[in-house]
């Protein structure tokens, strides 16, 4: 790394419970450094007005940083300025594709394949459209040994009456990364559509969404270093152009009449009312400080602290970790484990008590880790950002043997 990035992060500068905070929970949210915070300040400070609405400067300027928070993201994700939409978050996008979408594809007897894996974001929305439309959701079970969806799983769900494939690209409990040209090329096989969820993606890799060649994508700025209440809709034009508007309003409109109504084209289209200009310039900020650091580097450095995670995880006795515990294979940015006979509540609430901040729970992952069969179907997950340290995967590493004495065991 060009420098220490924690340094970048005034959240990180803070002790918790008399330690030295670790936190180790970006697959949730990541914490946002100077440069955003200063962006989103600036915008408020200079310029504040509504975007798209008023001719004097302020709302020009506005406009502007709004319109050009737009073309950074674009250019970030391998996408076009029209095929680019501001959200609320990844949730949001997912349901407007699921709402509007969806139902000009769907019918009685048709299909959606998704992942077992799937964030409950990229899941409920789809349950609740096959009930309504009398369709069928099907799973793509994955190995239990690896976290990989085997050939034979895609082969066997996807097929003529599929419409939908969706997906997420990396997984937020077992950090794999699943076989998207294969998905891709299986829905294109029988006239699917793709919908992949980047949210765990795109903090850790260079995404290039049109060599990708998915039909949808969905992401979040809070896990990409930048503010909550932004997010993005990616969809090709085409698709986009036939979908029909999720909200109805201001600033989507080409013109009204007193029985009709025009819309503008995307992504105004889809943008209806005032939208969040500092979460755009924030999330552009954010881009800007991604590429400040440099894919390469990212990858090395979160590579390294990765491998050396799942290898003391393994290392220590009376820990689980889920999915692939192979060191050498490939994880993005999250590591989830068990630690024997304690609930994953306790174990956080105990490290927490030496400042390191981990997830616990079911991670909006209920059907992955019942069909996992893990212990009180719930885990402990670490999740990792391009701020954390060597010493901050020691720390974790050294005080997790500590949960199970303070519960009382004797190992």
């Given at each position: 790394?060009?420098?220490?990035?924690?340094?970048?992060?005034?959240?990180?500068?803070?002790?918790?419970?008399?330690?030295?905070?670790?936190?180790?929970d970006s697959g949730a949210t990541s914490m946002r450094p100077v440069a955003v915070?200063?962006?989103?300040?600036?915008?408020?400070?200079?310029?504040?007005?509504?975007?798209?609405?008023?001719?004097?400067?302020?709302?020009?300027?506005?406009?502007?940083?709004?319109?050009?928070?737009?073309?950074?993201?674009?250019?970030?994700?391998?996408?076009?300025?029209e095929e680019t939409i501001f959200t609320r978050n990844a949730s949001e996008s997912?349901?407007?594709?699921?709402?509007?979408?969806?139902?000009?594809?769907?019918?009685?007897g048709s299909n959606i394949v998704i992942p077992i894996s799937e964030h409950h974001?990229?899941?409920?929305?789809?349950?609740?459209?096959?009930?309504?439309?009398?369709?069928?959701?099907?799973?793509?079970?994955?190995?239990?040994?690896?976290?990989?969806?085997?050939?034979?799983?895609?082969?066997?769900?996807?097929?003529?009456?599929?419409?939908?494939?969706?997906?997420?690209?990396?997984?937020?409990?077992?950090?794999?990364?699943?076989?998207?040209?294969?998905?891709?090329?299986?829905?294109?096989?029988?006239?699917?559509?793709?919908?992949?969820?980047?949210?765990?993606?795109?903090?850790?890799?260079?995404?290039?969404?049109?060599?990708?060649?998915?039909?949808?994508?969905?992401?979040?700025?809070?896990?990409?270093?930048?503010?909550?209440?932004?997010?993005?809709?990616?969809?090709?034009?085409?698709?986009?152009?036939?979908?029909?508007?999720?909200?109805?309003?201001?600033?989507?409109?080409?013109?009204?009449?007193?029985?009709?109504?025009?819309?503008?084209?995307?992504?105004?289209?889809?943008?209806?009312?005032?939208?969040?200009?500092?979460?755009?310039?924030?999330?552009?900020?954010?881009?800007?400080?991604?590429?400040?650091?440099?894919?390469?580097?990212?990858?090395?450095?979160?590579?390294?602290?990765?491998?050396?995670?799942?290898?003391?995880?393994?290392?220590?006795?009376?820990?689980?970790?889920?999915?692939?515990?192979?060191?050498?294979?490939?994880?993005?940015?999250?590591?989830?484990?068990?630690?024997?006979?304690?609930?994953?509540?306790?174990?956080?609430?105990?490290?927490?008590?030496?400042?390191?901040?981990?997830?616990?729970?079911?991670?909006?992952?209920?059907?992955?880790?019942?069909?996992?069969?893990?212990?009180?179907?719930?885990?402990?997950?670490?999740?990792?950002?391009?701020?954390?340290?060597?010493?901050?995967?020691?720390?974790?590493?050294?005080?997790?043997?500590?949960?199970?004495?303070?519960?009382?065991?004797?190992?």
């Open positions: 790394m060009p420098h220490k990035i924690a340094d970048d992060f005034p959240v990180l500068n803070q002790t918790v419970n008399g330690n030295r905070l670790v936190y180790l915070l200063q962006a989103i300040d600036d915008f408020y400070k200079k310029e504040g007005a509504n975007p798209h609405r008023g001719l004097y400067d302020l709302a020009q300027r506005s406009t502007e940083a709004y319109d050009g928070s737009r073309a950074v993201v674009a250019k970030f994700i391998g996408a076009d300025y997912l349901n407007m594709i699921a709402y509007c979408y969806a139902p000009l594809v769907l019918t009685k974001s990229n899941l409920v929305p789809w349950q609740v459209l096959c009930k309504s439309h009398g369709a069928e959701l099907r799973y793509l079970y994955v190995d239990k040994s690896t976290g990989a969806i085997p050939d034979s799983e895609i082969a066997a769900k996807i097929d003529k009456n599929t419409k939908i494939v969706a997906f997420a690209h990396v997984s937020n409990v077992l950090g794999v990364m699943f076989p998207l040209e294969k998905l891709v090329a299986a829905a294109k096989a029988v006239g699917a559509i793709t919908v992949a969820d980047v949210a765990q993606s795109v903090p850790h890799m260079k995404l290039d969404l049109h060599a990708l060649d998915v039909d949808f994508a969905a992401f979040s700025g809070h896990k990409m270093y930048g503010p909550m209440g932004i997010g993005v809709l990616y969809g090709k034009r085409k698709l986009l152009e036939e979908m029909p508007p999720f909200l109805y309003g201001g600033d989507m409109i080409e013109d009204v009449r007193e029985q009709e109504t025009d819309f503008l084209p995307p992504p105004s289209k889809f943008e209806a009312g005032t939208q969040n200009g500092g979460g755009a310039v924030g999330i552009a900020a954010a881009v800007n400080y991604i590429e400040s650091i440099g894919w390469d580097a990212i990858e090395k450095h979160e590579k390294a602290l990765m491998t050396r995670l799942i290898a003391g995880l393994n290392a220590l006795p009376n820990v689980t970790v889920i999915g692939n515990n192979d060191p050498d294979a490939r994880r993005y940015g999250v590591a989830a484990f068990n630690i024997d006979g304690v609930h994953p509540h306790d174990a956080a609430t105990i490290l927490n008590d030496y400042g390191i901040a981990i997830r616990a729970g079911k991670h909006c992952a209920h059907p992955l880790l019942s069909y996992l069969d893990v212990e009180f179907k719930a885990c402990c997950r670490a999740s990792l950002g391009i701020y954390n340290t060597e010493e901050d995967i020691e720390k974790l590493l050294a005080t997790i043997p500590e949960v199970r004495r303070r519960m009382n065991f004797v190992d």
